[in-house]
């Protein structure tokens, strides 16, 4: 369907009964097919709601949601709320069974009329999600991560053109939430799948998404390519989501040699170079922190404390004096 949109939200707005300033407000959104989009923002700014008008869960007030050019209809007209060619996964998966095994939760969501064909499939998509393994375990034996496996894996054996995703991965290990991420991204990768994802880890979103879009008080105040927004994004709100920046005011600027008329001056630890040149020596390290591949250093000057990475392992020690280079800032 070449120069038709795909998924596309139009002046989108719903309150909900009784409580001002909730949900989202005037949202105009286009979703590329085939490709990854992060939503994030703080917690009620009003990323579920945005991804539940999006699949149909939830009716707008104003506004309207087109899927491949027709209308997507809430709860109000339609009797079983959701888009067909949609699926989501939350948190909550309360919809498996949890004393049948892992083959039967997937299977069971096929027509018996080919069980071949059944089988086929259930075994593709539990391939897929590594998770074949485990077919014949009952759910009640697997981990909040297998099963998170599972609730996706119960998604994509309808081949929905969409995955929702609202924070699935939350209460998933860190090593695991990795491996998922990538099985998606294959998955993305092979079949052509379109996933829209509410996350509120940076990690997460940088390396999972194509497309980011911000989230505050209801309305989109920043979308674009992950590695843009990174770079350079347009607000403080979007900086402080994706970063663990230094923030510095007029007088903390000065104290660093920079001159701003900025109010606020954002640095991120990875733009501070320090050395041990012999002069201007003015900075302490304070703080070793490891972490893993790389340390953070707090290091202090007049009070002032920042933070830089640094890839030279045990290069430095706490008290060592340095000089540093700030090598760029944005300012807002
Ligand atoms: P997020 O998913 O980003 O945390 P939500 O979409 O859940 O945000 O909520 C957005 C705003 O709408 C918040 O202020 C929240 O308190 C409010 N809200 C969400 N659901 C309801 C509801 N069912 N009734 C009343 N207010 C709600
Ligand atoms: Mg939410």
Redesign the pocket.
């Known amino acids: 369907m070449e120069g038709s949109t795909f998924l596309q939200a139009i002046s989108l707005s719903k309150t909900?009964l009784g409580?001002i300033?909730?949900?989202?407000k005037n949202i105009n959104l286009t979703i590329q097919k085939g490709k990854i989009t992060a939503i994030i923002?703080e917690?009620?700014?009003?990323?579920?709601?945005?991804i539940k008008l999006l699949y149909g869960l939830l009716s707008p007030d104003d506004g309207k949601v087109y899927f491949e050019n027709e209308r997507v209809w809430g709860p109000e007209i339609k009797l079983i709320p959701g888009h067909d060619s949609m699926k989501m996964v939350t948190q909550n998966n309360d919809d498996l069974n949890l004393f049948a095994k892992v083959w039967e939760n997937v299977a069971a969501l096929l027509p018996s009329n080919n069980l071949m064909a059944k089988n086929e499939k259930t075994e593709t998509i539990l391939k897929q999600l590594k998770m074949y393994h485990l077919a014949q375990k009952k759910v009640v034996e697997l981990s909040g991560g297998e099963k998170q496996r599972l609730a996706i894996a119960r998604a994509l054996i309808t081949n929905p053109k969409v995955l929702l995703l609202d924070e699935p991965f939350n209460q998933v290990d860190t090593s695991f939430r990795e491996g998922l991420q990538e099985d998606i991204r294959d998955i993305v990768k092979q079949t052509g799948l379109t996933v829209i994802m509410?996350s509120h880890n940076p990690s997460e979103v940088l390396s999972m998404a194509d497309e980011l879009l911000v989230?505050k008080d209801?309305q989109i105040i920043e979308f674009g390519r992950p590695k843009a927004l990174y770079h350079n994004p347009s607000n403080l709100y979007t900086a402080q989501l994706l970063t663990n920046a230094n923030s510095l005011n007029k007088i903390e600027a000065e104290n660093c040699g920079i001159k701003t008329k900025k109010d606020l001056l954002l640095i991120y630890p990875e733009w501070i170079k320090i050395s041990r040149s012999k002069t201007n020596k003015d900075w302490q390290i304070k703080q070793v922190l490891f972490k893993g591949c790389y340390e953070d250093l707090l290091i202090e000057k007049n009070g002032l404390v920042l933070r830089l990475l640094n890839e030279k392992f045990e290069k430095y020690v706490e008290g060592d004096k340095i000089s540093i280079k700030i090598k760029k800032s944005i300012g807002f």
């Open positions: 909900y409580v300033n909730s949900g989202v923002g917690s009620g700014s009003g990323k579920s709601t945005l509410v989230l209801g």
